[in-house]
């Protein structure tokens, strides 16, 4: 596909749509929106602009259409896969101004929030009434809502309340062609054709734009107990993980942390809440919620018994909330704590959770095969392993080029055999489009094809992602 540039006269047009003051082509705010957290990959847009209504975008990729200009969205720019990237420059149209949380609804538990609220702020606006909206992903600071609906986000959470999926009734969506519809209703049940709401959940920005998000809610429980089980063994803690389930458990999240990941995260924020023994080579950070204190406790100490099984060091029980807060903050940061301590790339790999233990053995093998180190950390609960893969002694070519690529396409083959897939919550975007082929037949990539040209029929929005 051939791209035309912007011209002066359209930047004009655009100026009239949403104002000189909410368009930029300044190099500094290029720059600014040119990269997301994808290694260190950088492509400048020719303009950056910021709409506040589903008009605004409207009448904006009216013009891109008639013009071939692509345009990429873009929420907070926390992507891991590269998805807001703007790899054939032309148009950013940054969400950050759709910012308002409209309505709470407490009598149905639902809520109508704009794509560029920040997911702990939209979080914290529901608990204040004693509700619950679940999705939390590591980066729930400082990522929008939005974002998580582009890329269906998980985070530690989902393991008993789900994705973000499942909690998405509805949207407001600005077709590439410059429509504004409504892809469902706002409804718990709804069979009326086809689900162009959960067609719209993880498209990656590539079939719309979301204006506006309808959610439900739950109710927030009431209490939580958090324990951090220390295993002297890496394939124990995985064996661990669909134990617990199986004897009847659903923890609220159970995440898995490999030895590097932990000390790498200790030494990071500088924190000494974990004593980090010498022969320990994983942890299992456990929690458990509801509206009964002594039922979770009682649960809590089953599995600690169960626990007691494998071979581990001494149970943490977390007896504060600033011991919950600290621990907590160990998990949520280990993904910067690996990225300032190393090169490396992530991969976000996902298998049925019983089939943990030989998922991670595969990695490790393929490490040994390839010289390279890995670190494993994730959501353990719903078998959603991030895989930091170490740059070390290896060469920028080997890096950079194949070698690295095989390594990653062997790994994503054993996720397949394991009916698995290659990504559980951060998307294909970019960095990962090429390996679509290791988990869908050339018939379901050829369908997925077909609805974006239905969608786009010009391949204007956030061209070049995830079939390239």
């Known amino acids: 596909m051939t791209y035309n540039k912007i011209t002066p006269l359209i930047i004009e047009k655009l100026k009239q749509i949403v104002g000189e003051l909410h368009i930029f082509f300044d190099s500094e705010s290029l720059a600014a929106y040119g990269h997301d957290e994808t290694e ?67 009598l ?83 069979a009326t054709g086809y689900n162009l709401t959960q067609l719209m959940v993880g498209s990656e920005g590539t079939l719309g734009i979301v204006t506006k998000i309808f959610v439900k809610l739950l109710p927030y429980p009431k209490h939580n107990l958090l324990i951090l089980v220390p295993f002297r063994s890496l394939d124990e803690a995985c064996s661990a993980v669909s134990q617990v389930f199986r004897e009847g458990f659903i923890p609220s999240a159970m995440e898995l942390m490999e030895r590097d990941a932990l000390d790498w995260v200790m030494r990071y924020i500088e924190s000494s809440i974990v004593k980090l023994e010498n022969d320990i080579q994983a942890h299992l950070l456990i929690e ?10 009682n649960e809590i100490e089953a599995i600690a018994t169960l626990m007691g099984k494998y071979n581990i060091a001494d149970i943490l029980f977390a007896e504060s909330d600033a011991q919950k807060k600290e621990l907590w903050k160990l998990r949520r940061n280990i993904n910067e704590a690996v990225t300032s301590n190393a090169i490396s790339k992530e991969q976000d790999t996902v298998v049925p959770r019983a089939e943990l233990p030989k998922l991670v053995k595969g990695i490790k093998k393929i490490g040994e095969n390839y010289n390279i180190k890995t670190v494993c950390y994730g959501h353990a609960g719903d078998g959603n392993l991030h895989i930091r893969i170490i740059k070390g002694d290896l060469s920028d070519e080997q890096w950079n080029g194949q070698y690295i690529k095989k390594a990653i396409a062997e790994i994503f083959l054993l996720c397949k055999q394991l009916n698995g897939t ?47």
Do not use: W
């Not at 458990?288 to 002594?294: A, C, I, K, T, V």
């Not at 559980?424 to 990962?432: A, D, N, T, V």
């Not at 997925?448 to 204007?460: C, E, L, R, T, V």
């Open 40 to 106: 260190k990959l950088l492509f400048l847009p020719e303009v950056v602009i910021k709409p506040r209504t589903a008009k605004e975008i409207g009448d904006i990729l009216i013009i891109a259409n008639s013009e071939l200009i692509p345009v990429t969205p873009r929420g907070a720019g926390t992507g891991l896969s590269g998805g807001a990237l703007p790899i054939y420059g032309g148009i950013i149209i940054s969400m950050e101004r759709f910012n308002q949380i409209l309505e709470i609804d407490e």
């Open 288 to 297: 458990l919620d509801g509206n009964n204190m002594e039922v979770l406790l």
């Open 422 to 468: 290659i990504s559980g919550e951060h998307g294909i975007g970019l960095i990962q489009q090429e390996y679509m082929g290791i988990v869908f037949s050339e018939k379901a990539l050829s369908l997925q094809k077909g609805i974006k040209k239905a969608f786009d029929p010009n391949s204007i929005l956030n061209p070049g992602k995830m079939f390239g």
């Open 108 to 190: 149905n538990l639902q809520a109508t929030v704009e794509p560029g609220v920040i997911n702990e702020v939209f979080q914290n606006a529901v608990i204040e009434l004693g509700l619950f909206y679940p999705p939390d992903p590591a980066s729930k600071g400082s990522c929008f809502i939005g974002g998580n609906v582009a890329e269906s986000a998980g985070g530690p959470k989902c393991v008993k309340y789900g994705t973000t999926k499942d909690y998405i009734l509805n949207l407001e969506v600005v077709l590439p062609t410059g429509e504004i519809i409504l892809t469902g209703a706002n409804t718990l049940k709804n």
